[in-house]
């Protein structure tokens, strides 16, 4: 699978941003596709992701904040993210996997597919 992320920039601290990510892949609708985010120095960590069968689930840090959502028929998958704070400043990337499973959903070894990244800055 082929993903790219695009969408991020730079805006102020409470500004709305949507992230989207393209996969080419003919069997999209069966993959589980998976926001994560990584600052300089620290491990990626998981932001969100949403399942073949439309589940979602969020990182404590941007539940309430962030919505993933997917478009089947585009084979697209969205974050957005609104009340954006200076501590969501990061690259984010999207992620796919056809067997990851649901213990292992915020796990970056389940995914074996990864965008290339779009930064995301906010400004305070």
């Known amino acids: 699978v082929q993903l790219q992320a695009f969408g991020g920039g730079l805006v102020q601290a409470g500004d709305s941003l949507r992230l989207s990510c393209a996969a080419s892949v003919r069997t999209f609708s069966r993959y589980t596709m998976t926001w994560f985010r990584q600052v300089p120095g620290k491990e990626r960590e998981f932001v969100a992701t949403?399942?073949?069968?439309?589940?979602?689930v969020y990182a404590e840090a941007v539940k309430g904040r962030f919505t993933i959502s997917r478009d089947n028929s585009q084979n697209m998958v969205y974050l957005h993210m609104n009340s954006l704070k200076p501590e969501d400043k990061a690259v984010y990337y999207c992620?796919?996997?056809?067997?990851?499973?649901?213990?292992?959903?915020?796990?970056?070894?389940?995914?074996?597919?990864w965008g290339q990244g779009t930064q995301v800055t906010v400004s305070s």
């Open positions: 992620a796919a996997s056809s067997t990851v499973i649901a213990s292992q959903l915020s796990s970056r070894g389940a995914y074996d597919s």
């Open positions: 949403i399942r073949y069968n439309s589940n979602k």
